[in-house]
């Protein structure tokens, strides 16, 4: 999941605004006007659904990664994977309240 703001001319505001843009898989999920909180895009609970997916597929791919950072650079691995290994569950927990928080 990817948070990109930028401006955008808003319908309901009907001028540039401030937009918060999220995109899940390259693809545009939803749009939301920073002045009048107007969302343009999928509901709350697809988006979640398609991200859900998506983090199911990263983590299926990671034991690939870890081996693959093991063989190219064990010891300079080894430090970034304890610091990762802490820090992973603190962003994906921040991720979701983000994606559900808009």
Do not use: A
């Amino acid at each position: 999941m990817e948070k990109v703001e930028t401006y955008l001319h808003c319908v309901q505001c009907d001028e540039e605004t401030e937009h918060v843009v999220i995109y899940l898989d390259d693809e545009i999920k939803s749009i939301k006007c920073k002045k009048c909180d107007r969302v343009s895009g999928i509901d709350k609970k697809e988006l979640f659904e398609l991200y859900t997916v998506e983090t199911v597929e990263h983590i299926l791919k990671e034991p690939l990664k870890l081996n693959e950072g093991i063989k190219e650079d064990g010891s300079k691995f080894l430090f970034s994977f304890s610091k990762r290994l802490l820090t992973k569950p603190y962003r994906v927990i921040k991720e979701v309240f983000e994606l559900l928080e808009d």
